[in-house]
Each structure stands twice: as structure tokens, then as C-alpha cells.
């Protein structure tokens, strides 16, 4: 089955082509850093319209890199959610509007399964059972996963994402849109330890994270500094160490609960480069095999979402003429039985 698949959940669009026999066929992604750069974060309304825009001239591209016609689509997934609700309508639309001109079947997908089982577009794909990590912009999520399409969460945060963490520490520090990439930047010249930063949750039971007050310890020991700008590239350091420890003691957990062999890490924030080195040594220590998406599909990505949808439409679900989008939507409420 060939699938088109559409990603715009927030300020990326993605496209892609997959197929069930052949794979991965084109993939494109549009990046809108530098449509929200200027106001420090995402604006919605801008998102929406940039996605509007960028939809059919990259549909075009895509089909034209893998010397495929509208007419090969035989099946369309979007993006449903979770996130912003009009940049999700924005992809839905130009999804059902398509389906409906081919007259071939849609299916709205989880952003979150998708990254999930983006390291399946790997040649050495995880298998399950596994646990998956996964850390976003919006999202940080322990989910157990007994069968693709079989997912129980075994931890989640309470407050800020790791993601959101990230952009909103590097507000702090002076640092430009996107805050994530540019604390690892600034990190690398840091000294980690200068500043003792707390591993939140770390010393009570539990799998559920919460990585609001560590964001308030940056703010405190910034501003005792008197906003030393020679000491953030210590305290982006310290801070971005104190991230990944505290998910690796989470996940060393997780492992230990579930018995499970194999780990999953993705979402944006797995493309850091010191949280996989902290992933790398744990699954070493544990002798288990982590797992991860190339780079480009850490990120928001076209071809997650057709990979992912590729496996529920060929199992028979679609979702009729509805349009419908969820802003917010558990990933664990998913139907199961996924057939390869």
C-alpha cells in the first residue's frame, strides 16, 4: 500500500511517501524557524498559515523525487494530534480535501506514535516488546509497548516537558528561537559541574517527571550570578546534564520494572547529542540495546506520520468523511492489533 503521509502538528510540515513493500520512497520537510524567530516561539495563526502555503507546492516536490503521480497514492495519514488545533486542521483539511479527490481512504494518526515508531524506519528496527522514551517539544512520556499499536504509559510529566524546558531556559539565558538546540550549542564550553543542579524526582518511586522547578533552580543560580553572561555556558552545562540523568534514571527504572530488553528514544529532544551519550552509557551498564531515529526524524517529520499510518490503514482503519483533530489525546486509548 503506498501512503502519503502529512505532518503539521506545529511549526514544521512534513510530507512524505511510504510504502508497505518497497519503504521509505521521498520525504520533504519545511522548517518555520524563521517565521516565529523574531517573537521567541511559535505563533499559532502564523503556523496554520505557513502550512497552508507550504502543502501543495512540497506534495509536488515529493511525488515528483520518487517519479510518482497523485494517481499511485492509495491512501492518505495526517496528523491529528496532539497539537496546536490549527495547524492540525490546516493538515486534516488539505488530507480529506486530497482523499476525497482520489477517492482513497484518510486516517488521522497520533503525532506521539508516530515518533515512536519512527526508529522502525531504520534498517535495524526495534521490535517489541520495548520501552519508549519520548521527548518533545510538548511531550515526555514512558510508554510500555507490548505490540505496535499496544501501548500502556508508565510515566509521564507533570508540568514542562523536557522540550519545553529547554526553550524557555535559553529565553533566560539570552539565547535565540529554537532555545533547544541553542543550549547544547552553548554547552559544549560549559563546565557541568560548576553549579550542583538537582535531578528532579529522582529521589521518590515512580516514572513520572517534572522538570518545572529544575527550570526555576536555572533562573535562581542565573540570577545570583547577577546575569554573568561569561558563566551560561556552565550553567547550560549543568542544566542540560541535569535533563538527561534524570530521564536515564527514569528509563533505568522503567527497564527494571518491565524486565523489557530494548529501549526506544525519540522525539526532537533525542537528536541531543549528550542525551544519547547518557543513553548509550545506561544501555551498556544494562545490557540492553537502545534504539533512536536518524537525526532528521527526531524532529516533526512526513515520513513518521506515513509509516505510522501506512500500519493502521492497512489494517482497515480509516476514518470516513469526519474531520476531526485532538488537540490534547492519550496515545495508551489508540486502538490495538496493529498487523504489520
Not at 495547524?87 to 488521522?108: M, R, Y
Not at 523536557?162 to 532555545?179: H, I, N, R, S, V
Request: charged letters at 20%.
Amino acid at each position: 500500500m503506498r501512503v502519503l503521509g502529512i505532518e503539521t502538528s506545529c511549526d514544521e510540515t512534513g510530507v512524505a511517501v511510504y510504502d508497505t513493500g518497497a519503504g521509505l520512497l521521498a520525504h520533504a520537510l519545511h522548517s518555520q524557524i524563521d517565521v516565529h524567530a523574531r517573537f521567541g516561539g511559535v505563533v499559532p495563526e502564523l503556523a496554520s498559515r505557513d502550512h497552508v502555503r507550504k502543502l501543495a507546492p512540497m506534495l509536488r516536490g515529493v511525488l515528483r523525487s520518487c517519479d510518482n503521480r497523485l494517481s499511485d497514492i492509495q491512501g492518505i495519514a495526517y496528523t491529528a494530534g496532539p497539537g496546536l488545533v490549527g495547524a492540525l486542521l490546516a493538515g486534516a483539511a488539505f488530507a480529506h480535501g486530497l482523499a476525497h479527490s482520489l477517492t482513497v481512504p484518510v486516517l488521522g494518526v497520533h503525532h506521539m506514535e508516530g515518533h515512536l515508531l519512527a526508529p522502525r524506519l531504520e534498517t535495524d528496527a526495534p521490535e517489541p516488546p520495548f520501552v519508549a522514551l519520548l521527548v518533545s517539544g510538548g511531550h515526555t512520556l514512558l510508554v510500555a509497548v507490548d505490540a505496535v499499536g499496544d501501548y500502556r504509559i508508565l510515566g509521564e510529566t507533570l508540568d514542562d516537558a523536557a522540550g519545553e524546558a529547554f526553550d524557555k531556559t535559553a529565553k533566560l539565558l539570552g539565547l535565540e528561537y529554537p532555545g533547544g538546540p541553542r543550549i547544547s550549542e552553548l554547552a559544549r564550553n560549559g563546565n557541568a559541574s560548576r553549579f550542583r543542579f538537582p535531578r528532579p524526582m529522582t529521589n521518590r518511586p515512580g516514572l513520572d517527571f517534572s522538570f518545572s522547578g529544575l527550570k526555576t533552580f536555572t533562573r535562581t543560580t542565573f540570577q545570583a550570578q547577577d546575569g554573568d553572561s561569561s558563566l551560561r555556558a556552565d550553567i547550560a552545562a549543568g542544566f542540560e546534564a541535569a535533563i538527561c540523568d534524570t530521564l536515564a534514571i527514569k528509563c533505568r527504572r522503567a527497564m527494571a520494572a518491565t524486565g523489557m530488553r530494548r529501549l526506544v528514544v525519540a522525539g526532537g529532544v533525542s537528536a541531543n547529542t549528550r542525551l544519547r551519550a547518557t543513553f548509550n552509557q545506561l544501555g551498556e551498564q544494562l545490557d540492553i540495546t537502545v534504539y533512536y531515529p536518524r537525526p532528521q526524524f527526531c524532529t516533526d517529520n512526513g515520513a513518521m506520520i506515513a509509516y505510522a499510518g501506512a500500519l493502521r490503514l492497512a489494517a482497515g482503519q480509516e476514518d470516513g468523511s469526519a474531520i476531526r483533530v485532538y488537540p490534547r489525546w492519550d496515545i495508551d486509548s489508540l486502538p490495538p492489533n496493529i498487523t504489520r
